[in-house]
């Protein structure tokens, strides 16, 4: 994955809403300015762990599926994937090469229940590029055009995509930042 700074914006239902459409008191949140900033960076964490990893094949069906819950939700492009780790695991290894480019990152957390942290929903979209290609160098042909000109492969193209994560909380030791496991997943290519 790139290592650029991603654009995010955190929003949840109170976040910054007033309840009437003249301005009126705003609506009482119920997490304070470090508690959403803290799920913002956390959700930024998790997708370049989740990222990095899915686009290593050593580390991608061995690593991956220690970040889902045993009874995870999976969807792979409109399809069902099982969670239980060694058939994720078997998904996983037959997923061609992969190399991610995350372009927006969104995070919102929902209730959860009193004096425990939120679950959070993480948006992200960007770009994908699948196949051997992804392990070439880039050339200095610039279009698919020149690389046949040369005798060459085309270059594949990266495909747009969009992934919908639901962490949820599953340990928090006393004063400590919670941990989070992957609840359920939607992957969508897009374009």
């Known amino acids: 994955m790139a290592t650029t ?7 949840s239902s109170a976040a910054g809403a007033s ?3 003249n301005g009126s008191a705003p609506i009482n949140q119920p997490w304070g300015a470090a508690a959403i900033d803290a799920a913002s960076h956390g959700a930024i964490a998790f997708t ?16 991956i599926p220690l970040l889902y819950l045993p009874s995870s939700k999976i969807i792979w492009n409109g399809n069902p994937v099982l969670s239980e780790p060694a058939a994720l695991s078997e998904f996983l290894a037959s997923v061609p090469l992969s190399r991610h480019d995350v372009q927006t990152l969104d995070c919102h957390p929902l209730s959860a229940e009193p004096n425990s942290p939120p ?14 290609t992804v392990l070439a160098p880039p050339t200095a042909a610039s279009s698919d ?20 994560f639901m ?14 496991a992957i609840h359920s997943s939607n992957f969508r290519f897009i374009g």
């Open 5 to 11: 700074s991603l654009p995010m914006s955190v929003t």
């Open 19 to 21: 309840n009437g459409s």
């Open 48 to 63: 370049q762990i989740y990222y990095e990893c899915y686009d290593e094949p050593a580390r991608r069906a061995s690593e």
């Open 119 to 132: 679950s959070l929903i993480v948006n992200v979209t960007g770009s994908v590029l699948h196949g051997p």
């Open 145 to 164: 055009k020149a690389a046949s000109n040369k005798g060459e492969a085309p270059r594949d193209l990266p495909r747009k995509f969009h992934e919908m």
């Open 167 to 180: 962490l949820r909380a599953i340990e928090q030791g006393e004063g400590m930042q919670p941990k989070y």
